[in-house]
């Protein structure tokens, strides 16, 4: 395990307007992450690949799943190499399986003793010119992909969560989802089912904690669109207005365990200026 981690990296949360749009941008690198054990559900996509980078390098032991095994070994090897002495694993898991699911959170907390943190970044995105010409075959699609595995995740995690005494599950949302355009109604409508589940386990977190307040917390960090280095290059003359790069939101994420659980429970925290 790397112990020379970097503990001078401030926290910032601003404050936007005069409608206090909230962003986080910053999180302190060593602390609450040291020797935590982090599950990430959608390990392999260019976010997933920046969040195991991220939380290796503030000393989590991280356990990345993916469904397409190639892309999860090539993420987790980046990330080992990285930060030489991590410790990063990869599972190939189905988490449209709840048994399956279910025994990977299992099987983790077995092997590591603890699980203090589910971070799912299972995406997908499907839309249409305008709202007549919607596809009902994309609901489908995006009912697996975002609201499904969000299911299954936070059912399988929930109680080993509450266990470690600092857990975390955080969901990566859009800011469409509180203003959705025609084009995009499945999308837009699978990512608000997405937070409301996620607020309905952060109340669960909230009343099992009972008058010492929650041991556990559900946030969701939200943005406009994600960006990495391979689409600026693919596009070299795009603005990407709004968007937030893969390693700011991974800065994010990590920063979540920065704060009392009670502070970010049940809470939108917004990257990109609230619509």
Known sequence: MRTDRNDNRPQAVQEQDEEATEMVTSTGGQGPLEGAVIAVAGAAGPAGRAALLRLAEAGAVVVGSDSNPERLAEAVDAARYAHGGATVIGETVDLLDLDQTREWAARTEKEFGRIDGLVHLVGGWRGSPTFAETDLADWDTLHK?????????????????????????VLISAAGASKPTGGNAAYAASKAAAEAWTLALADGFRKSGGEQGPRAAAAILIVKALV?????????????AGFTDVTELAEAIAGVWSRPAQEVNGQRLWLTPKP
Request: proline share 5%; charged share 25%; hydrophobic share 35%.
């Open 145 to 169: 992909l975002l609201i499904r595995t969000v299911q299954h995740t936070s059912l399988a995690f929930q109680d080993p969560l509450e266990r470690s005494g600092n857990g975390r599950f």
């Open 228 to 240: 990495n280095d391979q689409m600026r290059a693919e596009r070299p003359n795009a603005k990407f």
